[in-house]
């Protein structure tokens, strides 16, 4: 059954719709970068373009500000997540050129993690638009 009040993803921002490309991508290639056999070809290539995903969907989000939620010029805590990742993947990338390979998979899981699966989590949350889809049109509780 359509239901109107369901915004379409095609109606949001540009910017918005870019972030959410970029971070389901992240979310979904994330686990095959990280679980591939590490120096083969298929973990440097899809850490690449994960790594891309990553860098893009941070500084995208750099772009969405939102001042109806506790912000300083728009930024909202979840822009913390922002600079974590630059920061993170900066890590990895560098611990990875000084042949730190227990760092990089550290320093690289721990980006996933915060990066992908926390910030996934604020998404979630009723009031924002994968929170509103989730809960309130998809299961009806909130």
Sequence with gaps: MHNPSVISPLDLPWV????????VGALLL???ALRARK???LHRSSGYVWIMLMLGAAL???????RHLPNIAGYTPIHVLTVLTLVGVSSGL??????RIT????TMWRVYLSGCIGAGAFTLLP??????????????WV
Excluded: E, K
């Design 94 to 99: 560098w611990h990875i050129r000084q042949r």
């Design 39 to 41: 120096g083969s070809g």
């Design 127 to 140: 009031g924002r638009y994968l929170g509103n889809l989730l809960w309130h049109h998809t299961l009806g």
């Design 103 to 106: 760092a990089h998979r550290q």
């Design 60 to 66: 995208s989000s750099a772009f969405i500000r939102d």
């Design 30 to 32: 994330g686990p095959f």
């Design 16 to 23: 918005i719709l870019v972030h959410l490309m970029l971070a």
